[in-house]
């Protein structure tokens, strides 16, 4: 119960962090703004201004496209909710369906064998799922989408008045 708690608890952190500064998606996908950076320091400014101003969708991006890659790899699903269910399966009934060991066909079965079983199966299932290919696909596209569209999109109006709050 108290893992719940927690889990609601960082996720209202996240929200009030991160998503806060979500912006509109007419903000966000607003065509009249966008232009071809005229040199490299433009298109510089551009990115370090807009990475800070979309950092909330683009962490809407990130998270949807981590989705994404899970859902379309039906392998590593299968791997991650075997070695996540079955962690919490032990953790949670192990306690209190083995207080005292017994034993199969001769062999005692104590919590710390269902863990080794657990990773004996789950760990070879998650390579074969090749979690790192997944991973590099998404920091690719990831990085692909955020440095596209924050080189492209033209700073508003107020990021001139950004510049002078924070030199005052």
């Given at each position: 119960m108290e893992a719940v708690i927690r889990v609601t608890d960082a996720?209202?952190?996240?929200?009030?962090?991160?998503?806060?500064?979500?912006?509109?998606?007419?903000?966000?996908?607003?065509?009249?703004?966008?232009?071809?950076p005229a040199d490299f320091n433009t298109a510089?400014?551009?990115?370090?201004?807009?990475?800070?101003?979309?950092?909330?969708n683009y962490t809407l991006?990130?998270?949807?496209?981590?989705?994404?890659?899970i859902i379309a790899s039906p392998l590593l699903l299968l791997s991650l909710i075997f070695l996540f269910g079955g962690f919490a399966v032990i953790n949670r009934f192990g306690t209190t369906l083995l207080s005292s060991p017994f034993e199969v066909?001769?062999?005692?079965?104590?919590?710390?064998?269902?863990?080794?079983?657990?990773f004996v199966i789950g760990i070879p299932l998650l390579w074969f799922s090749s979690p790192f290919m997944t991973l590099f696909w998404l920091i690719g596209a990831s990085a692909c989408l955020i440095?596209?569209?924050a080189c492209l999109i033209e700073p508003g109006v107020e990021s001139e008045y950004a510049n002078i709050?924070?030199?005052v």
């Open positions: 996720l209202k952190s996240f929200r009030e962090t991160r998503l806060s500064t979500l912006r509109t998606p007419a903000e966000f996908f607003d065509i009249h703004r966008i232009s071809r510089i400014s551009r990115l370090t201004y807009n990475t800070r101003y979309f950092s909330g991006i990130v998270a949807a496209l981590a989705v994404y890659c066909y001769g062999q005692v079965v104590t919590q710390k064998t269902l863990y080794t079983g657990l440095l596209t569209h709050e924070g030199a």
